[in-house]
Structures are given as structure tokens and as C-alpha cells.
């Protein structure tokens, strides 16, 4: 894990894998052995120990941990990939490891940073949470495990650099592609000696800090709960504040959740009591220090979390994939009408549906390729002369669905691909907004804007429209510029509503 203030082959170890002759489901997640994670935390140890003492970006105990993970992996039947880059003059690795199977327009993605600091062999920041996720890819194969959704592992290189290696992959992901990914778990620090359980907060329950993640992010913090709940620990939420990878992957609309014991924080009295351990000592002592060795692992706090991480994979991934009810693409005319009510005041940039043309004002402000297909909802699809020519003016502009027949039970989720883009003289008088018209209106999502520059991205969202189950509703789509003469664009993609 980074200081938040930063810019933000050796021997392979052999551990059996049994491959049954049919693919089957694991009837329950599985208890991750302790003594297997642990094995590579000492082959991590190896690795620094015979490179200078560390495993950190550049130097030659990071590509041999990149190695060893690739080559556990391969020989378990993942595709993987050593992805490279670089950054400060030097090249580093993300080791990407996908499994066979599952819907490739719903992937889990599970990941932790491998690299260590230049002062010690990071053992357990972030040696932990990769042996942690590795074990359970092993565990995988093992079991030959047939998710519904697609798996794909991550190992990320120069996390403590500033998350470069897990920020490389999201910025040369296709648009199509990030929008596949339905859920990131990210896993750093998961044996601090003097462990507290932290979930990261995915609604913003705890009420203070960076706010939520994306719409789904709750969905993966209720899973990690459930299970430690299952085991009778208490865990306590912890903010999306930007120190590890899940950063990416929220900057772009990807739910994300995962698990923390702790860094250079204190831990208090009430923790202590919560917990265990030493209250007015650090949750990690030897937090970026020579001193972080396989010494420095808590093996309880290890345990639970490598179990927690299987937990989530096995009940993520299997889960029935939900029933489509009703989706649009918007690659046909489907009956959508704008201005539905008479009342938008944009002169310019009204909804329409469309090619849509790329346009630049200080990076990209409306996007030129859709999710999927070629056309998407757009806020004036035209590029014009200049970015500012088509974008929002004046006000609203709208534009409503045709009917959409509800079933009557089960759990109903309306999700679609969104992005608003804006330059800095935008507000948060400008906005985003999306409403299911039925027996009553209620806004599900919004999107404010702000007085800084934002680039347009593809993000996913979700929300749960079980209350209007039974009913013939419209889902009204809005954005506004309202902030004077401010550089406003949107998108929409997508659309669909699934019963679970």
C-alpha cells in the first residue's frame, strides 16, 4: 500500500492441483489453507532476499515475483499475461490471469499490488494479499471451477509509486472492455501483526470520508461482511481515499470492495477491544521498513482474510446470473422521445439517439465510441467545429423510454452505461440524472457536476427498482447545464432491467 502523499524466475514452488475429469461447481466456497499462503510468502521472502532485499518496481526481485505468480498460474490453466510498462525509466509488470469459462460480458476481477518498497521485501504489503488471491486462483483450478461470471486475477506492478501499474491497465482498456467488468476486489494488506478487519465501505454506511463507490460497490462489501459475520469477527468500514488500486477502477464507474487489516494507523482502545491486539501501537509496525518480513505476519488475521477472499469469489462468481426483463442498445429505434414533458430549456446538446461524434476540450468530452454498437443516447451527437458547439446549453434536456413492463416478484435492477463530461468552469449545478416514471417518479441516480476539469469515461451503474415491481414504467434520462456557459456533455448506453 502507498503512502497516501506519493504521486499517487526463481524456483517455482510446487503445491499439487487435482483436476477432476468434468468441470464442476464447488458446492461451497473453500477454506483456503494457511500453510499454502504461507509458502508463498517465503518464496517471496527468497526472492528478496537473493535481490537486494526487496521486490520493489525496476529492480529484479519484482520480475522474479512476477514470474513465479506467472508460472504457478500457468501451469494451472490460466491464460495469463505479463503486461508491461513504464514508468520512471523503468519497466514494470502486471501479471493478468484469466480462467476458462464464464459470461465474458460479466467479469469479477480480483487483484492485489506485488511490489514491495525499495527499504524492505514487503511481505506483508502487499506479499499478503498477492499470496492471499494466488492461493485462491490455485484453489480454482482445483476445484475446476465453472463461475457463471468470467474470473480474471490481477497481480499490479508500482502500486506504491502511485497505483501506475493498476492505472495503466484501466487507461489501455477499450471502452467495450472496462464496461465488462461488472466488480473489482481489491486485496492489500491482509496480515498486519496487529490486525484490525476493515471492509471497504461501498454505501458510505459509516457516513464520513471519501463517500461511496460506485453503484454495486455495497453489493461486494455485504459478501465480505456476510462471511465475517459467518465467523463471528466485527468489521468496521474503511474509505475509497485513493491509496491502492480499487482507485482506477472507481474512477471509472466500476463497483469495487475488498478487505484491509491495517497500515501505519494507530490502533485505538476500542478497537483493541473490538479486536485484540495493542491499542496506541500501529496496525503495522514495520509499515514500509526492512523489518516487513515473513516475521511480520499476523497468521489468524491471514487466515480469515484468505478465506474471506474465497468466500467472495465462490459467491460472486456462481451466483445465477439474473433474468433480462427488458434492454436497449439503442442500435434500433426503440420509441424513446425527447422532451416527453414540454418543459427542457437546452437551446443546444438535446438527447437524441445516434453515431456519436468525438469531441476534445482539454481531454475528451463526448465520447465517439459507445459501450456497444455504434449508437448511443448523446447529448447532441454532432462534433462541430469547436467541442463547445453541440454540448448542453441553456438548461435541461430529457428523454424518457418507452413503457417497461415490470415483473411482479423477484428483485428488479435497472443498469445502464452512463458518462458526464465537463470542463472546470462546470458546477454543481450541472448534472446527470435518471428517474423511473410509474405510479410515482423517483430519481435512482445522479451525477453533479463540479468547478474541475472532467473527462468523459464510460461508467456502469445499478440501482434497485424492486419497488415498482408490477408496474408499467418510463425511465426518464436528464442533464443539465446550468452553470452559465460551461462546457457540458453526456452519454447513456445499454440500458437493461434484470430480475434476480
Given at each position: 500500500?502507498r503512502?497516501?502523499r506519493?504521486?499517487a524466475?526463481?524456483?517455482?514452488?510446487?503445491?499439487?492441483?487435482?483436476l477432476?475429469?468434468?468441470?464442476?461447481?464447488?458446492?461451497?466456497?473453500?477454506?483456503?489453507?494457511?500453510?499454502n499462503?504461507?509458502?508463498?510468502?517465503?518464496?517471496?521472502?527468497?526472492?528478496?532476499t537473493?535481490?537486494?532485499?526487496?521486490?520493489?518496481?525496476?529492480?529484479?526481485?519484482?520480475?522474479?515475483?512476477?514470474?513465479?505468480?506467472?508460472?504457478?498460474?500457468?501451469?494451472?490453466?490460466?491464460?495469463?499475461?505479463l503486461?508491461?510498462?513504464?514508468?520512471?525509466?523503468?519497466?514494470?509488470?502486471?501479471?493478468?490471469?484469466?480462467?476458462?469459462?464464464?459470461?465474458?460480458?460479466?467479469?469479477l476481477?480480483?487483484?492485489?499490488?506485488?511490489?514491495?518498497?525499495s527499504?524492505?521485501?514487503?511481505?506483508?504489503?502487499?506479499?499478503?494479499?498477492?499470496?492471499?488471491?494466488?492461493?485462491?486462483?490455485?484453489?480454482?483450478?482445483?476445484?475446476?471451477?465453472?463461475?457463471?461470471?468470467?474470473?480474471?486475477?490481477?497481480?499490479?506492478?508500482?502500486?506504491?509509486l502511485?497505483?501506475?501499474?493498476?492505472?495503466?491497465?484501466?487507461?489501455?482498456?477499450?471502452?467495450?472492455?472496462?464496461?465488462?467488468?461488472?466488480?473489482?476486489?481489491?486485496?492489500?494488506?491482509?496480515g498486519?501483526?496487529?490486525?484490525?478487519?476493515?471492509?471497504?465501505?461501498?454505501?458510505?454506511?459509516?457516513?464520513?470520508?471519501?463517500?461511496?463507490?460506485?453503484?454495486?460497490?455495497?453489493?461486494?462489501?455485504?459478501?465480505?461482511?456476510?462471511?465475517?459475520?459467518?465467523?463471528?469477527?466485527?468489521?468496521?468500514g474503511?474509505?475509497?481515499?485513493?491509496?491502492?488500486?480499487?482507485?482506477?477502477?472507481?474512477?471509472?464507474?466500476?463497483?469495487?470492495?475488498?478487505?484491509?487489516?491495517?497500515?501505519?494507523?494507530i490502533?485505538?482502545?476500542s478497537?483493541?477491544s473490538?479486536?485484540?491486539?495493542?491499542?496506541?501501537?500501529?496496525?503495522?509496525?514495520?509499515?514500509?521498513?526492512?523489518?516487513?518480513?515473513?516475521?511480520?505476519?499476523n497468521?489468524?488475521?491471514?487466515?480469515?482474510?484468505?478465506?474471506?477472499?474465497?468466500?467472495?469469489?465462490?459467491?460472486?462468481a456462481?451466483?445465477?446470473?439474473?433474468?433480462?426483463?427488458?434492454?436497449?442498445?439503442f442500435?434500433?429505434a426503440?420509441?424513446?422521445?425527447?422532451?416527453?414533458?414540454?418543459?427542457?430549456?437546452?437551446?443546444?446538446?438535446?438527447?437524441?439517439?445516434?453515431?456519436?461524434?468525438?469531441?476534445?476540450?482539454?481531454?475528451?468530452?463526448?465520447?465517439?465510441?459507445?459501450?456497444?454498437?455504434?449508437?448511443?443516447?448523446v447529448?447532441?451527437?454532432?462534433a462541430?467545429?469547436?467541442?463547445g458547439?453541440?454540448?448542453?446549453?441553456?438548461?435541461?434536456?430529457?428523454?424518457q423510454?418507452?413503457?417497461?413492463?415490470?415483473?411482479?416478484?423477484?428483485?428488479?435492477?435497472?443498469?445502464?452505461?452512463?458518462?458526464?463530461?465537463?470542463?472546470?468552469?462546470?458546477?454543481?449545478?450541472?448534472?446527470?440524472?435518471?428517474?423511473?416514471?410509474?405510479?410515482?417518479t423517483?430519481q435512482v441516480?445522479?451525477?453533479?457536476?463540479?468547478?474541475?476539469?472532467?473527462d468523459?469515461?464510460?461508467?456502469?451503474?445499478?440501482v434497485?427498482?424492486s419497488?415498482?415491481?408490477?408496474?408499467?414504467?418510463?425511465?426518464?434520462?436528464?442533464?443539465?447545464?446550468?452553470?452559465?456557459?460551461?462546457?457540458?456533455?453526456?452519454?447513456?448506453?445499454?440500458?437493461?432491467?434484470?430480475?434476480?
Amino acid at each position: 500500500m502507498r503512502i497516501l502523499r506519493s504521486i499517487a524466475m526463481s524456483a517455482i514452488l510446487t503445491i499439487p492441483l487435482t483436476l477432476t475429469s468434468a468441470a464442476v461447481s464447488a458446492a461451497a466456497p473453500p477454506d483456503i489453507p494457511l500453510a499454502n499462503v504461507k509458502a508463498h510468502l517465503t518464496q517471496f521472502q527468497s526472492i528478496a532476499t537473493a535481490n537486494g532485499g526487496n521486490r520493489a518496481h525496476g529492480r529484479p526481485g519484482y520480475l522474479a515475483s512476477a514470474n513465479y505468480v506467472k508460472g504457478l498460474l500457468d501451469g494451472a490453466g490460466f491464460t495469463t499475461t505479463l503486461q508491461s510498462f513504464t514508468y520512471n525509466g523503468a519497466t514494470g509488470y502486471n501479471v493478468i490471469a484469466d480462467w476458462p469459462g464464464g459470461d465474458p460480458n460479466d467479469v469479477l476481477m480480483v487483484g492485489a499490488h506485488l511490489d514491495s518498497v525499495s527499504a524492505g521485501p514487503g511481505i506483508n504489503d502487499n506479499g499478503s494479499g498477492s499470496a492471499a488471491i494466488l492461493e485462491t486462483a490455485l484453489e480454482v483450478a482445483r476445484q475446476n471451477l465453472t463461475p457463471n461470471k468470467h474470473l480474471r486475477f490481477a497481480w499490479w506492478g508500482a502500486e506504491e509509486l502511485g497505483l501506475r501499474g493498476s492505472q495503466y491497465y484501466v487507461n489501455n482498456l477499450p471502452a467495450a472492455e472496462r464496461a465488462r467488468i461488472k466488480g473489482y476486489l481489491n486485496f492489500d494488506m491482509v496480515g498486519s501483526p496487529n490486525a484490525g478487519y476493515f471492509v471497504y465501505d461501498g454505501d458510505n454506511s459509516d457516513g464520513t470520508g471519501s463517500g461511496p463507490g460506485p453503484a454495486g460497490s455495497a453489493q461486494l462489501e455485504k459478501t465480505l461482511q456476510d462471511y465475517f459475520t459467518s465467523i463471528g469477527v466485527p468489521t468496521r468500514g474503511t474509505d475509497f481515499d485513493g491509496r491502492s488500486d480499487y482507485g482506477p477502477f472507481i474512477a471509472v464507474g466500476i463497483p469495487a470492495g475488498g478487505t484491509f487489516t491495517g497500515a501505519e494507523g494507530i490502533k485505538s482502545s476500542s478497537q483493541a477491544s473490538l479486536w485484540g491486539g495493542t491499542a496506541g501501537q500501529a496496525f503495522d509496525p514495520c509499515y514500509h521498513r526492512s523489518c516487513d518480513t515473513s516475521a511480520n505476519i499476523n497468521d489468524t488475521a491471514l487466515d480469515r482474510n484468505a478465506d474471506a477472499i474465497a468466500y467472495a469469489v465462490w459467491t460472486i462468481a456462481t451466483a445465477t446470473p439474473p433474468t433480462v426483463v427488458w434492454q436497449d442498445t439503442f442500435e434500433t429505434a426503440t420509441g424513446w422521445t425527447a422532451n416527453p414533458n414540454g418543459t427542457d430549456t437546452a437551446t443546444t446538446g438535446q438527447w437524441e439517439r445516434g453515431d456519436p461524434a468525438a469531441t476534445t476540450s482539454s481531454g475528451a468530452k463526448q465520447l465517439g465510441t459507445t459501450v456497444s454498437g455504434v449508437n448511443d443516447l448523446v447529448t447532441g451527437r454532432l462534433a462541430g467545429a469547436s467541442a463547445g458547439e453541440h454540448d448542453i446549453d441553456g438548461g435541461v434536456t430529457s428523454i424518457q423510454s418507452p413503457p417497461v413492463t415490470l415483473p411482479s416478484s423477484g428483485t428488479l435492477k435497472l443498469g445502464f452505461s452512463w458518462y458526464l463530461a465537463h470542463g472546470s468552469n462546470a458546477s454543481s449545478a450541472d448534472f446527470l440524472r435518471v428517474k423511473v416514471v410509474g405510479s410515482t417518479t423517483t430519481q435512482v441516480f445522479q451525477q453533479l457536476g463540479a468547478a474541475t476539469d472532467r473527462d468523459g469515461a464510460w461508467g456502469a451503474a445499478e440501482v434497485d427498482v424492486s419497488s415498482f415491481a408490477g408496474q408499467s414504467v418510463r425511465i426518464l434520462v436528464e442533464a443539465a447545464d446550468a452553470s452559465g456557459a460551461s462546457l457540458v456533455e453526456a452519454g447513456v448506453d445499454d440500458v437493461r432491467v434484470t430480475r434476480q
